[in-house]
């Protein structure tokens, strides 16, 4: 059977509603909920439904209207209706992270009954293919808008994405986020807040919104539960150096240039500050100097640990004046509703605050459409059940997959394996007929499954099936069993990792082992079969596989993260070669040795005298598993710089020759933004296809310092473009670099600065040299 074929068995034609459905059963759907009623006599007496006005001026005189208990009302995220204004009910929270997330605001329990699954973001990262993650974006914001109008959504505002630095591979929710180098997750940012919202690739300031997107968790994010610290009390102490150049980053490139409308607080404290009482970051950096303009959200309960738990506030009136006034407007949970009235009888609180952040809240729903009128009548209006696991949807989940599964070995070119030649084939393995595994967390109902193993039986009727484990964390392996199925093939396929037991929110790992019995089964399998082995890992974390890695009896090893509704079928088509591999690491693999790091500790820059080694691909000095942008294909790619133009940058101008002096560095902000935009530069790259087979191939293009020091990273990635290459083609790839942004560096005190002397551009093996002098 054809892979297309199993992804669109579900399809099913709904003949009295006369349109193409999936997964679905067909029945009349319900209204959407909205506001000013063009068939209600008052709407016309209100201001706040004209829609020739400001959206400024309704919301301000929507909130003029309103009592004090009802503005209370509106500040959690439930927000009740108000019926004397035909206001209905709103609710804020609705989860979109790879694919809708049947919970809160959504309910798939009308004609709608299933949903896109895209990968789980850190395989989707992977493809380092921006527009890719625009297209995804663009399709859930889609489905997103369907659900509204199907009058099963009660919001359209989507938190996600989460773009936290994937900073310790022990982090449960790692498999969330677009993994640990902050220019990737400030891209994904960029791209996926663009698709969902309705903007274009390119952006343009978008006033009328498809969907809302939240960047989050602000800031410094990246803990659960690890032995006995939590997130809910955990102070991540961080320096102005690293809050700067790792932490900060995409969010500012979430904010300025993705645009998004909403922006989540973290429940932890960031130098003794809980992230959502801490009015510099919330209302001078985001609002002040970055130019936010969408709500902001506290993570679910976060504000009644300010008090209750943290212990940073008095009373729960002091932690509800501390949020908003530090720029908090809606807050996840009923907390604020519960105190907000006695803080403003206490006069700890004003009631202008309240109005100020309702003005926030009632403008994103505005730009949502939901005050202007029956919604099926204005933009986004037309967007119906038939656009939710669309055939175009479902073929770009196939593509995403694909684009992301990455190849870390390939011994004597054991993959791919021929389609012909392949007459009996062996999957073993607790993840070999995972379907839930497929999607990480924060996942809703798909539009179908496609385990490893269905995949794997389209291309050989002769396959065999045995789990080996009793589950993921194979406490008890039947390894005996398992060694006799492998013997009677001629190749086998292992599909190993780990699942939702093992890694999620609220659980965080304690090693980087695979778990139980899994190793052993590996070994055991691999040493029995006739050939060397394949090794399928599912996981969001990276694991110590370096048994595997040097073992001649396993010839090749496919990480495929966790990779959504289409998954087998991209595991399948890269095995035997319908497709050839081309993702990247987009995290570093440690080595198991490395829990003996505290998790607590944030730096990212090492420590020499201590030992301590440092974080990410940008700072780390100790031993990998695999690095960075490690991936392999079917094909070799070879690269040669054509031309970067200037190679040699002056620091001292007219303008600027106070700037440098003896000091060996300038100041990024002194040198100012007219200095900057005249000093960016081209590089022109040429990539071949040596191979022969056609393949998309990611380029990745870093940066180093000939003589690395002060805190400067030893290697940081400045851009990545995707190219398609047919067999033995050539192509030029050209970046367009701003030395301020791309060859600078943050100092202790957080400010970028940048360094004389040479700096080297590295793609592949080929580096080039530039030269910054005062």
């Known amino acids: 059977m054809k892979l297309h074929s199993l992804l669109l068995i579900n399809l099913v034609i709904c003949l ?32 706040f439904c004209n829609t020739t006005l400001r959206i400024s001026q309704r919301a301000s005189d929507l909130i003029s209207r309103l009592t004090l208990d009802e503005k209370i009302s509106q500040l959690i995220s439930s927000a009740a209706s108000i019926p004397r204004l035909g206001i209905p009910a709103y609710e804020w929270w609705s989860e979109a992270l790879h694919g809708i997330r049947d919970r809160h605001g959504i309910r798939f329990n009308g004609t709608i009954r299933s949903a896109t699954s895209f990968p789980q973001v850190i395989l989707t990262a992977a493809s380092f293919d921006a527009h890719l993650w625009y297209r995804i974006g663009q399709a859930i914001g889609i489905e997103t808008r369907a659900m509204y109008n199907a009058g099963q959504a009660m919001g359209m505002t989507f938190w996600a994405p989460n773009i936290n630095i994937f900073r310790d591979p022990r982090w449960g929710r790692g498999q969330e986020t ?46 659960d539960n690890w032995t006995s610290i939590d997130r809910y009390t955990f102070d991540a102490r961080v320096t102005m150096q690293d809050l700067a150049d790792t932490y900060q980053p995409p969010f500012r490139s979430c904010i300025e240039e993705g645009r998004a409308s909403g922006l989540m607080c973290a429940y932890n404290l960031v130098n003794g500050v809980p992230n959502c009482a801490d009015f510099n970051l919330l209302s001078k950096t985001a609002r002040g100097q970055w130019g936010f303009d969408g709500y902001i959200v506290s993570d679910c309960d976060a504000v009644s640990l300010v008090h209750d738990v943290q212990g940073y506030a008095k009373s729960p009136e002091d932690a509800v004046a501390i949020v908003l006034t530090a720029g908090m407007d809606v807050a996840c949970g009923g907390y604020l509703q519960k105190h907000a009235k006695s803080a403003v009888s206490q006069k700890k609180l004003t009631e202008s605050e309240i109005d100020r952040a309702l003005l ?95 995949g794997l039986q389209s291309y050989v009727n002769n396959t065999m099936y045995h789990a080996g484990c009793n589950d993921v964390a194979c406490s008890s392996a039947s390894i005996e069993n398992a060694v006799d199925v492998a013997k009677q093939a001629d190749y086998v396929v292992l599909v190993m990792g780990l699942d939702q037991t093992q890694e999620r929110e609220k659980y965080d790992r304690l090693d980087l082992v695979l778990p139980g019995k899994q190793e052993q089964l590996i070994t055991g399998v691999a040493k029995a079969a006739k050939k060397p082995v394949v090794l399928v890992l599912l996981c969001g974390g990276p694991v110590d596989i370096s048994f595997a890695k040097g ?61 301590y080694p440092g974080r990410t691909h940008r700072f780390y000095t100790g031993k990998t598993v695999f690095e960075f942008g490690n991936g392999l294909s079917y094909s070799p790619y070879s690269y040669e710089f054509l031309s970067v133009t200037p190679n040699k940058l002056y620091l001292n101008q007219p303008s600027t020759t106070h700037v440098v002096e003896n000091s060996g560095y300038a100041s990024v902000s002194e040198l100012g933004t007219e200095f900057c935009e005249a000093k960016k530069f081209s590089a022109l790259i040429a990539v071949r296809n040596g191979g022969k087979m056609a393949g998309k191939h990611p380029v990745l293009l870093f940066v180093k310092q000939a003589k690395a020091g002060n805190g400067s990273p030893m290697k940081q990635l400045v851009g990545f473009q995707n190219v398609f290459l047919d067999a033995g083609e050539s192509s030029n790839v050209e970046f367009i670099l701003s030395p301020c942004e791309h060859l600078s560096r943050a100092n202790k005190d957080g400010l970028m600065v940048m360094e004389q002397g040479i700096h080297l551009l590295v793609v592949g093996d080929k580096e080039y040299p530039i030269a910054i002098v005062a």
């Open 360 to 454: 926030n809240l009632f403008t994103v729903r505005m730009r949502l459409g939901l005050f202007n009128g029956n919604p099926r009548k204005l933009p986004f209006g037309n967007i119906g059940p038939d656009q939710v696991c669309s055939t175009e949807h479902q073929t770009l989940a196939l593509e995403a997959a694909r684009s992301g599964i990455v190849l870390l070995k390939n011994s004597d070119r054991l993959l791919p394996l021929s389609k012909g030649e392949t007459l009996s084939l062996a999957v073993i393995g607790p993840n070999a007929n995972a379907t839930d595994t497929l999607l990480g967390n924060y996942a809703g109902p798909p539009c179908k499954f496609i385990s490893p193993l269905q």
């Open 178 to 223: 677009p993994g640990e180098d902050p220019v990737v997750a400030g891209k994904y940012a960029v791209s996926y807040v663009r698709g969902l919202q309705g903007d274009t690739f390119e952006g343009g300031k978008v006033d009328v919104l498809q969907a809302s997107a939240c960047c989050k968790h602000f800031t410094a994010y990246d803990l």
């Open 551 to 611: 073992s001649s009896n396993i010839g090749s090893i496919l990480w495929a993260g966790y990779p959504g509704e289409a998954g087998g079928a991209a595991i399948a088509e890269t095995i035997f070669g319908d497709h050839n591999p081309g993702g990247r690491l987009p995290v570093t693999w440690y080595p198991k040795d490395f829990i003996k790091i505290p998790m607590t500790d944030m730096r990212m820059r090492p420590e020499p005298q201590s030992g």
């Open 16 to 47: 009295g509603v006369g349109v193409l459905l999936v997964g679905v059963h067909c029945t009349e759907s319900s209204s959407p909920p909205f506001a000013c009623d063009s068939s209600d006599p008052l709407t016309k007496s209100y201001a």
